[in-house]
């Protein structure tokens, strides 16, 4: 018997058709974007860094044990926005006509002094660490709205979200002023210490 031949097969278009499932996977395939905490990191400086005195920095410490230390106290995580509102709205030297805080002399000057000083080890846990920095935030927020409720009838979450949409029917440049002011009374100024 003869031996036969075996039939090839007809790769030629194959490279054709390994190109156009390549294209179509990479069409149609979605990439996820990690999402972080939106955080804008100071400017180098060279010059020297001001001095800063001691009563204007509000500590807190977040431990490996998920423990909170605010101003070398134990603290609930709950009592934390209000601990940080009564430090950043204080005046204590009496240049803050818009505060409304104790006045005490013990703590921050006005909340263009008062600095939020962060620190976190190693063993603290994401959830932990994301929950302080969001009530930390949320006191700036607090404060920020309060103010200008009172000078301008609105939040000033109200303000942002104007700000950023297309169809606000107001005046956008005084919008941005009023915006810009009030981060100037309570410019957020949170610190993370290693």
């Given at each position: 018997m003869a031996k036969r031949a075996a039939p090839e097969v007809n790769a030629g278009s194959m490279a054709d058709i390994a190109f156009l499932l390549l294209i179509f996977f990479l069409v149609t395939t979605t990439i996820e974007v990690d999402s972080g905490l939106n955080r804008k990191l100071p400017p180098i400086e060279e010059t020297e860094p001001?001095?800063?005195?001691?009563?204007?920095?509000?500590?807190?410490?977040?431990?490996?044990?998920?423990?909170?230390?605010?101003?070398?106290?134990?603290?609930?995580?709950?009592?934390?926005?209000?601990?940080?509102?009564?430090?950043?709205?204080?005046?204590?030297?009496?240049?803050?006509?818009?505060?409304?805080?104790?006045?005490?002399?013990?703590?921050?000057?006005?909340?263009?002094?008062?600095?939020?000083?962060?620190?976190?080890?190693?063993e603290t846990s994401y959830k932990q660490y994301i929950s302080v920095q969001n009530e930390l935030v949320a006191a700036y927020n607090v404060l920020r709205n309060k103010r200008a409720e009172a000078l301008y009838g609105m939040s000033f979450t109200e303000m942002e979200a104007n700000a950023n949409d297309v169809n606000w029917p107001g005046n956008k440049a005084k919008l941005k002023d009023q915006i810009d002011q009030i981060k100037e009374e309570y410019p957020q100024k949170l610190s993370e210490v290693q």
């Amino acid at each position: 018997m003869a031996k036969r031949a075996a039939p090839e097969v007809n790769a030629g278009s194959m490279a054709d058709i390994a190109f156009l499932l390549l294209i179509f996977f990479l069409v149609t395939t979605t990439i996820e974007v990690d999402s972080g905490l939106n955080r804008k990191l100071p400017p180098i400086e060279e010059t020297e860094p001001p001095v800063i005195k001691q009563k204007n920095i509000f500590t807190v410490l977040l431990n490996g044990n998920d423990q909170l230390l605010v101003e070398d106290e134990i603290m609930e995580i709950k009592d934390l926005r209000q601990a940080a509102i009564d430090f950043l709205d204080n005046g204590g030297d009496g240049s803050c006509s818009y505060c409304k805080g104790k006045r005490n002399p013990d703590s921050s000057d006005n909340p263009t002094k008062a600095i939020i000083s962060l620190k976190n080890e190693r063993e603290t846990s994401y959830k932990q660490y994301i929950s302080v920095q969001n009530e930390l935030v949320a006191a700036y927020n607090v404060l920020r709205n309060k103010r200008a409720e009172a000078l301008y009838g609105m939040s000033f979450t109200e303000m942002e979200a104007n700000a950023n949409d297309v169809n606000w029917p107001g005046n956008k440049a005084k919008l941005k002023d009023q915006i810009d002011q009030i981060k100037e009374e309570y410019p957020q100024k949170l610190s993370e210490v290693q």
